[in-house]
């Protein structure tokens, strides 16, 4: 799934662009953020109810953006350049896309 690629792209080229001194910020909020999008369509679909499963499902979509918030100020810092930017801007958006389809998919079911 596209929320996986997103997970992997930001432990892969973002994270060892950042210097030591973001280790205990920005570095731990992109972790956790990035995480959080898969582990909570797991723990949504593991669940017993559907409206339940959407839940974690927009708390997944919540980390999404929270990613692209935090893609945009290493950006802005200059600790990554626009090609990569771009990159990863695309992928959250080809995430979210699928996400939301999915979303709306589970909610027909309830």
């Given at each position: 799934?596209?929320?996986?690629?997103?997970?992997?792209?930001?432990?892969?080229?973002?994270?060892?662009?950042?210097?030591?001194?973001?280790?205990?910020?920005?570095?731990i909020?992109?972790?956790?953020?990035?995480?959080?999008?898969?582990?909570?369509?797991?723990?949504?679909?593991?669940?017993?109810?559907?409206?339940?499963?959407?839940?974690?499902?927009?708390i997944?979509?919540?980390?999404?953006?929270?990613?692209?918030d935090?893609?945009?100020?290493?950006?802005?810092?200059?600790?990554?350049?626009?090609?990569?930017?771009?990159?990863g801007?695309?992928?959250?958006?080809?995430?979210?896309?699928?996400?939301?389809?999915?979303?709306?998919?589970?909610?027909?079911?309830?």
């Amino acid at each position: 799934m596209k929320c996986r690629d997103v997970k992997l792209f930001f432990y892969q080229k973002i994270l060892p662009l950042l210097p030591k001194e973001e280790k205990f910020n920005l570095d731990i909020q992109i972790r956790k953020a990035a995480i959080s999008i898969t582990s909570n369509i797991s723990e949504g679909y593991g669940r017993f109810h559907y409206q339940e499963g959407i839940q974690y499902y927009r708390i997944s979509r919540g980390s999404l953006f929270e990613l692209k918030d935090h893609l945009i100020s290493c950006y802005d810092i200059g600790y990554i350049h626009s090609e990569i930017k771009n990159e990863g801007e695309k992928l959250i958006e080809s995430a979210k896309i699928i996400l939301n389809g999915y979303i709306n998919f589970v909610k027909k079911k309830t």
